[in-house]
């Protein structure tokens, strides 16, 4: 999800392919992100502004992954 957002892999929509990436991501591998629609936007966007590190974000997923 970090680096999909930060690393502008794509011309456009790269923080819409890190919010569908980032949950997709762990539900394949078998874990699950509880967090709402508002909580997922708000920390694409602040990882699309470095308003937020990777080592913040792993902080914050943390509890959040089940």
Known sequence: MYAVAKAHAFVDGNKRAAAILGPYFAYRNTFDIVMTEGELAAVILLI????????ELITWLTPRVV
């Open 48 to 55: 699309a502004r470095s308003d937020l590190t990777r080592d």
